[in-house]
T-cell receptor, first 113, second 115 residues
Framework: KAGVTQTPRYLIKTRGQQVTLSCSPI?????VSWYQQTPGQGLQFLFE???????NKGNFPGRFSGRQFSNSRSEMNVSTLELGDSALYLC????????????FGEGSRLTVL | DQQVKQNSPSLSVQEGRISILNCDYT??????FLWYKKYPAEGPTFLIS?????DKNEDGRFTVFLNKSAKHLSLHIVPSQPGDSAVYFC??????????????FGKGTLLTVNP
């Protein structure tokens, strides 16, 4: 069974640009969550999607957005990039999204110059 | 305001000894707790969990203890092995108020098991 796949794995952008990250969940998983990992803050919840609906959102500015498609694949977008957006962005999938075990991808490492 | 705290950024133990990783939380609504392990260049992987109706859960070498009155949980690894060297994240969630779709993580503890 294939795991959670995130693309791209690494990317470099400059301030002011935008970026789109993609996540393919484990087959059959309908919930996709996104987390930001930075050395100083650990893993912070961005948002969670289930059946194309955002069910919960973390405390991030509106520059961070996401969506989920009918096949459960998800994308997140960050507009007007800032230096502080440099981080590892992790996607996780689960069957129902209820509190419990999440299956994480390897992450997309974003560097903003 | 950090709701899940792992106050020890790092821990070093000898192979074969016990590793104890600690985690404190402040949100009394949390009712489900998990530990994840993360190796460099990989995503976190689920290790063990515990519901607030229990005070102990064991899985092989890993045991999680929950002290609700102290809002404290700990992960015990016995015996520790070099392959256990990783960053360990404590996480918590609540099944009320629509918050059951997200996990609140601590900042992690880097465990190093020396041969």
């Amino acid at each position: 069974k294939a795991g959670v796949t995130q693309t791209p794995r690494y990317l470099i952008k400059t301030r002011g640009q935008q970026v789109t990250l993609s996540c393919s969940p484990i087959s059959g998983h309908r919930s996709v969550s996104w987390y930001q990992q930075t050395p100083g803050q650990g893993l912070q919840f961005l948002f969670e999607y289930f059946s194309e609906t955002q069910r919960n959102k973390g405390n991030f500015p509106g520059r961070f957005s996401g969506r989920q498609f009918s096949n459960s694949r998800s994308e997140m977008n960050v507009s007007t990039l800032e230096l502080g957006d440099s981080a590892l962005y992790l996607c996780a999938s689960s069957l129902q999204g209820m509190s419990g075990e999440l299956f994480f991808g390897e992450g997309s490492r974003l560097t903003v110059l | 305001d950090q709701q899940v705290k792992q106050n020890s950024p790092s821990l070093s133990v000898q192979e074969g000894r016990i590793s104890i990783l600690n985690c404190d939380y402040t949100n009394s609504m949390f009712d489900y707790f998990l530990w994840y392990k993360k190796y460099p260049a990989e995503g976190p992987t689920f290790l063990i969990s515990i519901s607030s109706i229990k005070d102990k859960n064991e899985d092989g070498r890993f045991t999680v203890f929950l002290n609700k009155s102290a809002k404290h949980l700990s992960l015990h690894i016995v015996p520790s092995q070099p392959g256990d060297s990783a960053v360990y994240f404590c996480a918590a969630s609540s099944n009320s108020g629509g918050s059951n779709y997200k996990l609140t993580f601590g900042k992690g503890t880097l465990l190093t098991v020396n041969p």
